[in-house]
Nanobody, 118 residues
């Protein structure tokens, strides 16, 4: 069991920056992949960025070059540095983690609201 708690969301003007953090507790030694997803009102939840235990990262095309995902070696936190924010980045951002034990071991945080004003 893993618990994920996001923080750092808020209101920011277009062009600004924001850092999201996700604190992980529980079976953190078994964590494999970590990621950030987001969901805007009336839209499907979409993947924003992923980071594997190897350090490999992948980004959605819409945020590539603007966002940076990182994690600590103990899997206690995953962060998302967001720069050059746009109104279309407005969404609830969710932290995600899965375990090496198998594909059914998936966990989500409660989400944190990011609102970008124009």
């Amino acid at each position: 069991q893993v618990q994920l708690v996001e923080s750092g969301g808020g209101l920011v003007q277009a062009g600004g920056s924001l850092r999201l953090s996700c604190a992980a507790t529980g079976s953190i030694v078994s964590i494999n992949n970590m990621a950030w997803h987001r969901q805007a009102p009336g839209k499907q939840r979409e993947l924003v960025a992923t980071i594997a235990s190897t350090g490999y990262t992948n980004y959605a095309d819409s945020v590539k070059g603007r966002f940076t995902i990182s994690r600590d070696n103990a899997n206690t936190a995953v962060n998302l540095e967001m720069n050059s924010l746009k109104p279309e980045d407005t969404a609830v951002y969710y932290c995600y983690a899965d375990l090496r034990l198998g594909p059914m071991y998936r966990y989500w945080g409660q989400g944190t609201q990011v609102t970008v004003s124009s």
